[in-house]
């Protein structure tokens, strides 16, 4: 099961500890988020294959996710190219 390290997200919430991210700290904040993204979308993916047998409603509500999912990362992965 893929594990969430809250404590990384907030340590690089810059407002929250009264400094602005420099260029390094947003490179690796933007990596994490699209590596975080696509662990969900593969997730998303092997999931529904599961779900669809069960609830073919369900499971294609999943992989819309999944794209949807794909397209935030590819927003991300555009800010990161802009940094």
Known sequence: M??????????????EHGHELNKHEIEHLLEHWIEHNKSHSESFRAR????EAASPGAAAKVREAAE????????????????
Do not use: F, N, P, Y
């Open 2 to 15: 893929h594990e969430h390290d809250h404590d990384e997200l907030h340590e690089h919430g810059s407002q």
């Open 48 to 51: 529904a294959k599961e779900i």
């Open 68 to 83: 949807l999912m794909d397209e935030c990362t590819r927003k991300l992965e555009e800010a990161a190219g802009e940094v």
